[in-house]
């Protein structure tokens, strides 16, 4: 899929880049990552034209990562701004995407309408809202050391062992023009503006949420 492509292309430079950095600083090299599913198993890489990611939770990965999503929200009103949604929600439904294909501009609304029609009415509604989500971090930019642009993975597998994540499975981060210090072996929640919509890079659709980060902690 190109969202894997993409991934591992971003894996090699940003692994170059942070080691060059940790060699020059005379620190100590990177963890290697680890990690559980976030609210379920990773989608069924068996058929990559459909992102599914619904289905059973492993019962270990959810004592680890999520409370049911209606009582972390709830809980979030009282304490923030933002709204916690996890990935047991993000990536709790199926979406058909057909072939694995470009898109040319001409089709790119209806390809867009076909996509977002799958994405359930509770999950538009966050649609530009403040949200929080937890999740693992996966850098695409780094500056100076410090990354400008990231993805929030529902897992590691697609670092660690190849599989590739669904289209609801992962979300595009822009930081702050400063950056945030890398944090690639820690689960962390992520706050932000959320946007959904079906997102193509050159002529292939790679997912559907983007966040304009406001703040990264570490996760409960």
């Not at 090699?12 to 559980?36: D, H, T």
């Not at 929600?89 to 694995?100: M, R, V, Y």
């Not at 971090?137 to 597998?157: A, I, K, Y």
Request: negative net charge; charged residues 20%; hydrophobic residues 35%.
């Amino acid at each position: 899929m190109n969202c894997m492509r993409r991934i591992s292309s971003a894996i090699s430079g940003i692994a170059l880049c942070l080691s060059a950095q940790i060699l020059s600083a005379g620190q100590p090299s990177l963890p290697v990552p680890r990690g559980e599913p976030i609210g379920g198993p990773p989608a069924n890489v068996a058929a990559p034209p459909t992102n599914s990611s619904a289905g059973g939770s492993d019962q270990k990965a959810s004592s680890i990562t999520n409370a049911p999503t209606a009582q972390r929200e709830a809980a979030s009103s009282k304490d923030s701004k933002f709204v916690v949604a996890g990935f047991d929600k993000l990536a709790g439904f199926n979406i058909e995407t057909g072939p694995d294909s470009p898109v040319s501009e001409e089709n790119r609304p209806a390809a867009s309408e076909k996509i977002m029609k799958q994405v359930p009415a509770t999950v538009k509604a966050l649609d530009e809202k403040p949200v929080a989500v937890r999740g693992f971090m996966l850098p695409m930019r780094v500056d100076h050391g410090l990354v400008t642009e990231f993805l929030l993975l529902r897992n590691q597998m697609g670092c660690c062992y190849g599989a590739p994540p669904g289209l609801s499975e992962w979300i595009d981060v822009h930081t702050s023009s400063k950056g945030v210090k890398p944090q690639m072996d820690d689960l962390i929640t992520v706050s932000g503006t959320l946007h959904i919509d079906a997102i193509f890079e050159n002529s292939y659709l790679t997912g559907i949420y983007k966040m304009d980060c406001e703040q990264i902690t570490a996760a409960n």
